[in-house]
């Protein structure tokens, strides 16, 4: 079961004709090429429009997600010549021609859920006294356990390491906000890893490893995307109202709105996608990444009303503790759904099926009611802060029957064990995990003992020694000081440092060697790139200052309420020279509100907007009632800080424009470009009761979005 993949490099320069080249049946290797093979056919384009691929008789045209494209053709007649035409009005390059193998319908099909913020101990199967989890019991019950898995402490840093196979820290996601989430351009991804293999990709929910071109999900290997924006639905760069309940999503790139909870909605995207792909031969990759159970805690009525007034011992359950449950009971009926689907399609036993989260529980009042006797939650360098569930199932991969590994594993081994397993080729990058697909199956023989590092920086520049845990079978060397037994002491309460030099001194050199490895690497830069064909025009948002303070929705509401000043800057990456358009708002466009208005939170009084950029500086006064302000500037290519602001005469306090949308002038007509409609966006609906399920007989919800964790 090998795939048989050559990739050839053709760059076509075409005008509006179809550019042409004939490829040999044995692509000059002498591999001939076997009939009833599919072909996958990806490259770029310098304009986004329809691309038309011949190839052998057969014809597909697509859109490119922002120049990149995708096509895959049904069969390839044994023989050849064959003549392959791509038809487009711009400079086309050919990056890559795969062609599949017949049995490559065999391959396991990858389902990856991951959700935000539930921890190790809320399952059923984990001994919580509260939460009903049946379905995720089933899967527990019946998958490969790994009962030592780590992740780091916070959401953006787990999921670059689960991609990548490599530290957070050296790919330049150590933060969620300030542009720290943004995963650097080297890296490869599973979703790229398994794309080249002939796997299909989607993802339905979370992305958080940059939101701008060319850090998006589909700049990563996802054929198709149903995202929200940012670390959290509701967040900054996220539409203007979402609250997890009718929202409007990510799609492919384009704004869509949608009926229903947020992990229904990408649940059923999901089912959808599957079902696309079980009408062609190839395997699919599918990860279901949830927001839930993050904060804000709002959860279907049907999810949470058994909660309402609930009491455990003694104590009255909080409404956000309820709809924490709720939000998580209803992750396990969509689970529950999502493997009964594939059990009916008969796509279970042959599919990888892992369940997991990204760190560890939040909220005090459940965290106090079950911890499993771990120490610490999200954001800690101790176990509660890091050790999650991870579950495994692949029937016809001999992973089922529920066994345990004990054996102390990390996120960075994730990649690594999915590219043995499905009998991948590795790309060319190092990395920090390690195959533990013989542990899955329940050999140790020859297994080796390792440190493994996580950490929790959340700082725009690292620093040493700050908020990290060294992991190894049975021990854990918490910051500098402390040592801890956890295969005699879990919990983390008795410190052995003094008790036992030799296991500490290890320890802390294995944290020394690897901050010099990583460590090497901070200078590089991740920047959004604005003026690229693949994005244009660009919206940068306070999530991404490189200052603290404004990283969601509910600070842009009350500007002065917070400590911090609601000004700041922004780096970016001019990508050609030439003439570009800046238009700035307080409110987002698709909100379309005059940047002086309260709408739903606080007026502002600004008579000024001026803008600092390459040496440049521009100013102009904004009229009344204005939505926005636009100034045009000639930029050269390269690394660009953004200043801008408005002022008042009266001596109001400064706001920066909390959006800036930024256009590479094409030659064409831009003219309204900076609007909502010109910016092709549907309008935006602040919640009356921001988080109530609509369906409920009465919904009712607090009137503005509250804080996020």
Not at 320 to 335: H, L, P, S, W
Not at 591 to 597: C, K, L, R, S
């Amino acid at each position: 079961m090998n795939l048989l993949a050559r990739l050839l490099a053709l760059c076509l320069f075409g005008s509006s004709l179809a550019a042409e080249v004939w490829l040999d049946a044995s692509f000059h290797d002498g591999m001939m090429l076997p009939g009833g093979s599919p072909v996958h056919i990806h490259g770029t384009c310098d304009v986004t429009s329809e691309i038309t691929v011949e190839l052998a008789g057969h014809t597909k045209s697509t859109l490119p997600a922002k120049g990149k494209w995708c096509v895959q053709l049904p069969a390839l007649a044994a023989g050849g010549p064959h003549k392959l035409t791509v038809t487009n009005g711009n400079t086309i390059t050919i990056t890559g021609i795969q062609v599949i193998d017949t049995d490559q319908a065999d391959r396991p099909n990858v389902v990856l859920v991951i959700t935000d913020d539930q921890g190790y101990p809320n399952l059923g199967a984990a001994g919580h006294p509260i939460l009903r989890t049946p379905h995720l019991d089933r899967l527990h019950a019946n998958s490969v356990r790994l009962n030592d898995y780590h992740v780091d402490p916070t959401c953006a840093p787990t999921r670059a390491s689960l991609m990548t196979g490599r530290y957070s820290n050296r790919t330049g996601v150590w933060h969620t906000v300030l542009g720290r989430h943004q995963m650097r351009r080297r890296e490869v991804t599973m979703a790229e890893v398994l794309r080249d293999a002939g796997y299909r990709t989607g993802l339905f929910g979370k992305w958080h490893l940059g939101d701008l071109y060319p850090f998006r999900a589909q700049d990563r290997g996802f054929e198709k995307t149903v995202t929200h924006a940012a670390g959290g639905i509701g967040q900054g760069p996220d539409y203007w109202g979402n609250d997890y309940f009718d929202d409007t999503y990510q799609v492919d790139g384009r704004w869509q709105p949608f009926t229903g909870f947020c992990t229904d909605v990408f649940f059923r995207e999901a089912m959808h996608f599957i079902d696309e792909c079980t009408a062609g031969d190839r395997p699919f990759f599918v990860m279901v990444s949830t927001n839930a159970p993050h904060g804000p805690f709002y959860a279907p009525e049907r999810s949470y009303a058994r909660f309402r007034g609930y009491k455990h011992a003694g104590e009255e359950m909080t409404e956000a503790t309820g709809r924490y449950y709720g939000m998580i009971e209803n992750i396990d009926e969509n689970v529950g759904q999502l493997a009964d689907f594939l059990r009916d399609q008969g796509l279970f036993d042959n599919t990888i099926f892992i369940f997991t989260s990204d760190n560890g529980p939040v909220l005090g009042q459940a965290i106090g009611w079950f911890n499993d006797n771990l120490r610490g939650h999200k954001g800690s360098n101790y176990d509660g802060g890091h050790q999650v569930p991870f579950l495994i199932s692949w029937p016809d991969g001999d992973l089922a029957g529920g066994h345990d590994v004990d054996h102390t594993t990390a996120h960075i081994d994730i990649l690594p064990t999915l590219i043995e397993l499905c009998e991948l080729a590795a790309p060319a990058v190092k990395m920090d995990g390690t195959s533990i697909a013989a542990l899955l199956r329940g050999d140790d023989s020859n297994w080796q003992p390792r440190h493994l590092v996580v950490e929790s920086q959340r700082v725009y520049d690292p620093v040493k020694y700050r908020k990290y845990a060294v992991l190894t079978d049975g021990w854990r060397l918490v910051d500098q000081t402390e040592l801890y037994h956890v295969a005699q002491d879990r919990g983390q309460q008795h410190n052995v440092a003094d008790t036992h030099p030799e296991q500490f001194a290890a320890m802390s050199a294995a944290y020394e060697a690897w901050w010099a490895d990583v460590s090497q690497d901070h200078h590089i830069s991740s920047l959004p790139i604005v003026g690229a064909n693949q994005a244009n025009p660009v919206v940068l948002n306070s999530h991404d200052w490189t200052t603290e303070g404004f990283w969601n929705q509910s600070h842009i509401l009350r500007p002065f309420a917070r400590r911090f000043k609601p000004t700041g800057k922004w780096v970016m990456e001019v990508a050609e020279p030439g003439w570009y358009q800046v238009s700035l708002r307080r409110w987002p466009a698709e909100a379309d509100q005059p940047i002086n208005a309260a709408y739903v939170g606080d007026a502002i009084s600004v008579d000024r907007a001026t803008l600092r950029i390459q040496g440049h500086e521009q100013s102009q006064p904004i009229p009344t009632n204005a939505h926005e302000v636009t100034f045009r500037v000639e930029l050269r290519a390269g690394k660009t800080e953004v200043d801008a602001v408005f002022t008042s005469r009266n001596g109001a306090a400064p706001v920066s424009p909390f959006y800036a949308y930024i256009l590479r002038e094409t030659g064409r007509d831009h003219s309204g470009w900076q609007t909502r409609r010109g910016l092709g966006l549907p309008p935006a609906q602040w919640p009356a009761h921001h988080g109530a399920d609509p369906t409920a007989p009465q919904a009712a919800g607090p009137s503005t979005a509250p804080e996020f964790l």
